[in-house]
């Protein structure tokens, strides 16, 4: 079963910088888009970025574009973001999900499954 795991979250100062880790285990992650997505406490669940397979393509949000960086590793089956310049209004609890086709679902999170437990970013002073 496919299943993803998400790390890397924490307490940071507005303008800081995190790099979150999405890691495959069972599964070979260079067969599936990933997409990273954040919820607020509430909010929706809105879609941040996402990666193709082989990471030659990439969607961002407007509000993360400049910002924040997606990457992925597959020899490593991780998928990063990269968070710079962080914002109190980027703080949310953030999961990635899988989706078989080079990110056409993306921003639908009930277009993507294997959901991990997520990792919470806060951001504040």
């Known amino acids: 079963q496919l299943q993803l795991v998400e790390s890397g979250g924490g307490l940071v100062q507005p303008g800081g910088s995190l790099r979150l880790s999405c890691a495959a285990s069972g599964f070979t992650l260079e067969h599936y888009a990933i997409g990273w997505f954040r919820q607020a406490p509430g909010k929706e669940r809105e879609g941040v970025s996402c990666i193709s397979g082989s990471g030659g393509s990439t969607n961002y949000a407007d509000s993360v574009k400049g910002r924040f960086t997606i990457s992925r590793d597959n020899a490593k089956n991780t998928v990063y973001l990269q968070m710079n310049s962080l914002k109190p209004e980027d703080t949310a609890v953030y999961y990635c999900?899988?989706?078989?086709?080079?990110?056409?679902?993306?921003?639908?999170?009930?277009?993507?499954?294997?959901w991990g437990q997520g990792t919470q970013v806060t951001v504040s002073s």
């Open positions: 999900a899988a989706e078989a086709l080079p990110c056409l679902g993306f921003p639908v999170p009930s277009l993507y499954y294997g």
